[in-house]
């Protein structure tokens, strides 16, 4: 006799705790290397996404930043839910803005550029949507 066991069932779907950590660490892993690339390429950023040098090193500090804390927040064994709600609220937050900076051509980004912005917006979105998901199968 066999049986059949959903994705949701096992693995790391069915451990809200397990998922949270894998969640956390790859939103932070993501946004610190982007943010590592926004300051170190910040000029031929400018060209290739139309984004100022000063916008670049200015995303690039608070993404590095951002990322240690997200980091700091998945060591725990049970990270704090205060704390993984604001990541989840953080990320919606940035995939909003930077939708509306796209749409209201706020810092002035080329068609590369706004793709980008688009990109990352639905990485981020993304990343938000696992960990709310993780944060309901953790209670």
Do not use: C
């Amino acid at each position: 006799m066999t049986t059949t066991r959903s994705v949701t069932d096992a693995g790391i779907f069915a451990d809200g705790r397990r998922l949270m950590k894998l969640a956390l660490r790859l939103d932070a892993v993501v946004t610190g290397v982007n943010g590592l690339a926004y300051l170190a390429l910040a000029r031929p950023l400018d060209d290739l996404l139309g984004l100022s040098t000063a916008h670049a090193y200015a995303l690039g500090a608070f993404l590095v930043a951002y990322a240690a804390a997200v980091w700091a927040i998945s060591i725990p064994a049970r990270a704090n839910r205060v704390a993984v709600t604001a990541v989840i609220e953080a990320n919606l937050l940035w995939a909003v803005l930077s939708v509306a900076t796209v749409i209201t051509g706020w810092l002035s980004l080329n068609a590369i550029g706004a793709a980008w912005a688009v990109l990352q917006a639905g990485t981020v979105a993304g990343f938000a949507g696992i960990q709310y998901l993780a944060q309901r199968r953790s209670r």
